[in-house]
């Protein structure tokens, strides 16, 4: 299997993964959000304390990536360490698909519960991805495969066994800073969906869960037992 390449480097606090070529992107992340055109995505590392309540955290990211001539690029924040990055990837139908994540869950959150103070100690704490397709996506395709994404990403947290702290006990879902960029190429013969019933969903999902899964199993072996 070869499939899309996720071409990498580490120089912490920098993790840099370039496509090889421009693609259509869409991600919430604090640099670059919403649907962009990029050939690249970067992980800043931080510490915990380097978050402060009073830090403008989108533009203190952008003059670190600018600094780095990263400001084409869609940029990510982790208190984890790029390092513990984990790569996943999965084909269907012969169609691939490539994830590469890092996974900290000490900002462990579940939807809809009650929410933890901002400002509670959190300790290598988010879910960072991108997920990638070598298959064109329409615009409507994309949305579709970032749920996906976001679909996988929380089954393999759930299946970490990570609960939140009493009160609110019970199982994890992500936490509270997650970010998922999900990417794929233009063109004329772009798939108009990429839901669970299609081959581009299926594979999607495959990586995201493989990489989220593996990067969750460490991150619990190492911490979990102390939060």
Not at 100 to 120: D, M
Not at 169 to 177: C, D, E, K, L, V
Not at 185 to 190: F, K, L, V, Y
Request: glycine share 10%; charged share 20%; aromatic share 4%.
């Amino acid at each position: 299997m070869t499939g899309p390449p996720l071409i990498q480097r580490l120089a912490r606090p920098w993790l840099v993964v370039d496509f090889g070529r421009p693609l259509r992107a869409l991600s919430w992340a604090p640099h670059r959000p919403g649907p962009v055109e990029t050939h690249r995505v970067a992980w800043r590392e931080v510490r915990d304390a380097d978050l402060t309540p009073k830090l403008d955290a989108e533009a203190w990211l952008a003059e670190e990536m600018a600094r780095e001539t990263l400001s084409d690029a869609v940029g990510l924040l982790t208190s984890r360490d790029v390092s513990s990055r984990t790569e996943a990837r999965a084909e269907v139908e012969g169609l691939c698909a490539a994830c590469l994540a890092t996974v900290g869950l000490g900002n462990a959150e579940r939807a809809g519960a009650p929410r933890r103070s901002a400002a509670a100690p959190a300790g290598h704490g988010t879910i960072n991805l991108v997920a990638i397709l070598d298959a064109p996506l329409s615009e409507t395709a994309l949305i579709e495969a970032l749920s996906i994404a976001v679909q996988a990403r929380t089954r393999a947290v759930i299946e970490s066994g990570r609960r939140l702290p009493h009160p609110a006990g019970g199982p994890a879902t992500g936490t509270g800073t997650d970010c998922v960029v999900v990417a794929a190429p233009a063109g004329p013969d772009a798939l108009r969906h990429a839901g669970l019933h299609t081959a581009a969903g299926e594979a999607l999902g495959r990586a995201v869960h493989a990489a989220v899964a593996e990067g969750a199993r460490d991150w619990m072996q190492t911490y979990g037992r102390s939060r």
